[in-house]
């Protein structure tokens, strides 16, 4: 009796002291997908280590646009969660609403300006304050191949997008899909920047998708790509409209199709199937990208409190630039670690070919920002442009019409 009551006593301490330090964190995600999930698990795992309690706010949803929907509800209501994935220049258009708190104090102590490449420290600032925190960096000009399916076919892995007709064509005469996609306007986006940069190179992608130079964008090289999407187009079948990426990677996986053009999250699919790279799959550039390397990094933004207190706030940014979450989550990511020098030695092939790519290419002036994973554009312009591109997939639109309306989309504002 008497012990027992002891222990309830010192139970009830227990849980008090845990409630003077500890908070609760609200996280906004789309990370529901199998590989996804197991990622952010590990953020909340390690946000219950410390006795903080995990609030998940997923919102299913490829790339996150049912996300960002929500989000603005929630912030408009005056009741936002503690952070969001929010990526890019949307960094700058919500520091504008004056809604963010700034994580200067951790990023000081712990001396982020110094352990992130610099771009990225200064996307994740508004007005040279952090206001945002970098999770990974993933790569989007990869293309995943079934070797097995390849080989079935007697096809060669492409290096150009002639030769991709080619392997196209041979694995559909052999009975199965050439490439699995998802037809939703971020999808084939990705399909699209992969097609310019692979048809026009690095100056003309940053020409046109990041300048959004008139001149670039109104191009025979423009024009090319949009003839080359239109043959990609013609490669994937016909259940196409609607279906998520991971399900067009698991078409992949299971030997369906031959090849998917995705961001590197698709790894994150193949390693929660226990498949190996190199064995089971190939990542390779997509056609003519070899020497170039379109980024995606994903980021979270902080919300100020009501109750002005940021204990929970700075100990979920401490955690995610941390090395031990930088490397567990990165591992299941599919992504690879966004801290400078980290450990990579248990990363696989294709994580260490992009972290040797990410150096090399910024070196060369061929790193740059994927527009159809919010790194480029302002989010009105990234909206239209995408949404073009998915008319012209889905309709019989010429090429030169679609030129002229990119031209118009681009500036939107
Ligand atoms: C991207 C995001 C990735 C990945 C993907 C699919 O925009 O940066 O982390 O999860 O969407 O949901």
Same mark, same amino acid.
């Given at each position: #009796?008497?012990?027992?009551?002891?222990?309830?006593?010192?139970?009830?301490?227990?849980?008090?002291?845990?409630?003077?330090?500890?908070?609760?964190?609200?996280?906004?995600?789309?990370?529901?997908?199998?590989?996804?999930?197991?990622?952010?698990?590990?953020?909340?795992?390690?946000?219950?280590?410390?006795?903080?309690?995990?609030?998940?706010?997923?919102?299913?949803?490829?790339?996150?646009?049912?996300?960002?929907?929500?989000?603005?509800?929630?912030?408009?209501?005056? !009741?936002?969660?503690?952070?969001?994935?929010?990526?890019?220049?949307? =960094?700058?258009?919500?520091?504008?609403?004056?809604?963010?708190?700034?994580? /200067?104090?951790?990023?000081?102590?712990?001396?982020?300006?110094?352990? *992130?490449?610099?771009?990225?420290?200064?996307?994740?600032?508004? @007005?040279?304050?952090?206001?945002?925190?970098?999770?990974?960096?993933?790569?989007?000009?990869?293309?995943?191949?079934?070797?097995?399916?390849?080989?079935?076919?007697?096809?060669?892995?492409?290096?150009?997008?002639? &030769?991709?007709?080619?392997?196209?064509?041979?694995?559909?005469?052999?009975? #199965? +899909?050439?490439?699995?996609?998802?037809?939703?306007?971020?999808?084939?986006?990705?399909?699209?920047?992969?097609?310019?940069?692979? +048809?026009?190179?690095?100056?003309?992608?940053?020409?046109?998708?990041?300048?959004?130079?008139?001149?670039?964008?109104?191009?025979?090289?423009?024009?090319?790509?949009?003839?080359?999407?239109?043959?990609?187009?013609?490669?994937? /079948?016909?259940?196409?409209?609607?279906?998520?990426?991971?399900?067009?990677?698991?078409?992949?996986?299971?030997?369906?199709?031959?090849?998917?053009?995705?961001?590197?999250?698709?790894?994150? &699919?193949?390693?929660?199937?226990?498949?190996?790279?190199?064995?089971?799959?190939?990542?390779?550039?997509?056609?003519?990208? /070899?020497?170039?390397?379109?980024? !995606?990094?994903?980021?979270? +933004?902080?919300?100020?409190?009501?109750?002005?207190?940021?204990?929970?706030?700075?100990?979920?940014?401490?955690?995610?630039?941390?090395?031990?979450?930088?490397?567990?989550?990165?591992?299941?990511?599919?992504? =690879?670690?966004?801290?400078?020098?980290?450990?990579?030695?248990?990363?696989?092939?294709?994580?260490?070919?992009?972290?040797?790519?990410?150096?090399?290419? !910024? @070196?060369?002036?061929?790193?740059?920002?994927?527009?159809?994973?919010?790194?480029?554009?302002?989010?009105?312009?990234?909206?239209?442009?995408?949404?073009?591109?998915?008319?012209? #997939?889905?309709? !019989?639109?010429?090429?030169?019409?679609?030129?002229?309306?990119? *031209?118009?989309?681009?500036?939107?504002?």
């Amino acid at each position: #009796m008497q012990s027992s009551r002891l222990t309830l006593a010192l139970a009830v301490a227990c849980v008090f002291s845990l409630n003077a330090v500890a908070g609760e964190v609200e996280v906004l995600h789309w990370w529901t997908s199998g590989g996804e999930a197991k990622s952010v698990a590990e953020l909340k795992k390690m946000m219950s280590a410390k006795g903080h309690t995990w609030k998940d706010f997923a919102v299913a949803g490829g790339a996150g646009d049912n996300a960002m929907t929500v989000l603005k509800t929630r912030v408009v209501s005056g !009741n936002p969660p503690t952070a969001a994935q929010v990526k890019g220049p949307s =960094i700058q258009e919500w520091g504008g609403e004056g809604v963010l708190a700034t994580l /200067d104090a951790v990023a000081t102590a712990e001396k982020w300006d110094s352990i *992130l490449p610099p771009v990225v420290a200064s996307t994740m600032k508004y @007005k040279n304050h952090y206001v945002a925190v970098p999770v990974n960096v993933h790569r989007v000009n990869w293309m995943w191949v079934n070797p097995e399916v390849f080989k079935k076919a007697g096809a060669k892995v492409p290096t150009s997008w002639a &030769e991709f007709d080619e392997a196209a064509t041979k694995i559909e005469k052999a009975g #199965m +899909i050439a490439v699995a996609h998802g037809g939703q306007p971020w999808q084939d986006a990705t399909v699209f920047e992969s097609v310019a940069l692979g +048809i026009g190179g690095a100056d003309f992608y940053k020409k046109a998708f990041v300048q959004l130079d008139a001149a670039a964008l109104n191009s025979p090289t423009t024009l090319k790509t949009f003839e080359t999407l239109r043959m990609v187009r013609k490669h994937m /079948d016909k259940d196409m409209p609607g279906r998520d990426w991971n399900l067009a990677t698991a078409m992949v996986i299971n030997g369906k199709a031959g090849m998917q053009f995705m961001g590197d999250w698709a790894k994150g &699919e193949f390693t929660a199937a226990g498949k190996t790279p190199g064995k089971d799959y190939l990542c390779v550039a997509a056609p003519g990208t /070899d020497k170039a390397y379109t980024f !995606n990094i994903d980021s979270f +933004i902080v919300f100020a409190q009501k109750n002005k207190d940021l204990k929970a706030t700075n100990d979920f940014a401490s955690t995610v630039l941390s090395p031990a979450f930088q490397q567990v989550f990165n591992l299941n990511k599919g992504s =690879i670690p966004v801290r400078l020098g980290a450990d990579m030695s248990k990363f696989d092939d294709c994580a260490k070919k992009s972290s040797a790519d990410f150096v090399a290419t !910024n @070196k060369a002036g061929s790193l740059l920002p994927s527009f159809a994973h919010g790194m480029a554009m302002p989010s009105a312009a990234q909206g239209a442009v995408q949404d073009l591109i998915s008319s012209f #997939m889905n309709s !019989n639109m010429s090429s030169q019409d679609a030129v002229a309306k990119l *031209l118009v989309a681009a500036k939107k504002k």
